[in-house]
């Protein structure tokens, strides 16, 4: 498949530097009313996306191998208006956010956050709420804790809070809760938006103060690894590691943030597609994803706000 014509310059640095340009990016899908896309799980077995969206309570699935594929529905969630994060916290068993959620305000209706189950190892999806999130306004990205397999964490972006949720148990208890994870601000601010363990700590993005970092999980000071300038409507949004340990990030208003860290442990940003000004190609990137099987795994997805399905080629960049 063709990717949009694009400089695409590689410079081999001394060192683990990877330093990019612009990777070759291609649209696969275009929603033609502009639904919001807000979250990525990629299926273990088919390599097909399960995706979220802000404006609507249904689960979709989109085929990346497909041509002109279109959204799917998988299931619409009860009592809800829109969905976030989603997570594979079990092979092919996902973690969906339901909530009644006011676009305006940025803010879920009191007592209607539920962590759902989606199941689908025998077929057909099977869904049941696994647990509640009373005390919460807006919980945003999910991810899985390593060798934890019925341990998710969920991201609080009004509280400031990372979650840690049993979904065999429905228990809920703050892993953390910090002002470097708070937006500092009433909503519509968001705070931590996505949040990812890896190496022991856990790495974050915070939306209205612009950074990404990470905190001990075992405790401790929350670090700063990056940091964008401030400008309207710009601010991190969900990202996924790869295997050599570097972060992705969705990055609004039109981009993909790198990060990595060099062999003194210094992190490095850099552009790795789009333009962090704001793009032609990117509407408002949300969250992103590796493709799992059929030689995609070097394919990243990124969803965006303005309905966009984007497969970004990063199999140039050496590891
Ligand atoms: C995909 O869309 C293009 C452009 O509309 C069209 O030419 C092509 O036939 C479509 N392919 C399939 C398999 O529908
Ligand atoms: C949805 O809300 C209705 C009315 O409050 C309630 O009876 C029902 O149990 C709710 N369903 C779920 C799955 O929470
Ligand atoms: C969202 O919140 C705003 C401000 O409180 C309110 O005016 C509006 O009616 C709400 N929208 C919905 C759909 O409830
Ligand atoms: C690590 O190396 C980079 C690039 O040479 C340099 O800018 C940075 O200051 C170094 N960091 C430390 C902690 O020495
Ligand atoms: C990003 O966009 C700005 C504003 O249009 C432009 O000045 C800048 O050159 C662009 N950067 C890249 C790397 O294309």
Sequence with gaps: MLFAPTIHLLLALAGSA??????????????????????????????KLL????????LHTFDTAAENATLDEVYTFPNATALTGITEYRPDVYAVVASELNVSTI?????????????????????????RLPRSTLTNGLSTAPG????????DSDLGAAYEIN????????????AALAPGAPPPALGINGLHPHGGSLYFT???????????????????????????????????????GRAWVATHPGSVQLFYALKNGTWVQETAA????????????TSAAFG??????????????GGQVIAVDTSSIKN
């Excluded at 803010?107 to 647990?131: E, L, M, N, Q, R």
């Excluded at 979904?167 to 910090?178: D, P, S």
């Design 18 to 47: 990877v330093a990019v340009a612009n990777l070759p990016t291609q649209i696969l899908y275009q929603s033609p009313i502009g639904l919001f896309l807000e979250n990525i799980a990629v299926r273990p077995s088919s390599g």
């Design 51 to 58: 995706l979220t969206s802000v404006l609507s309570p249904t």
């Design 107 to 131: 803010s879920a209706a009191p007592g209607s956050i539920a962590i759902w189950s989606v199941d689908f190892t025998s077929g057909a999806p099977i869904p049941k709420i696994a647990a």
């Design 148 to 155: 934890r397999p019925d341990i998710v964490l969920a991201a």
């Design 167 to 178: 979904m065999h148990t429905g228990a809920v208890r703050v892993l953390i809760q910090n």
């Design 206 to 244: 915070n939306s209205a103060l612009n950074t990404f970092g990470r905190v001990p999980l075992s405790g401790g000071a929350p670090e700063v690894l990056g940091s964008l300038p401030p400008a309207a409507g710009s601010g991190y949004d969900d990202f996924t590691f790869d295997a050599e």
């Design 274 to 285: 789009g333009n962090v000004t704001g793009s032609t190609v990117f509407q408002g990137p």
């Design 292 to 305: 799992r099987c059929g030689g995609k795994e070097k394919i990243l997805y990124v969803t965006t706000a």
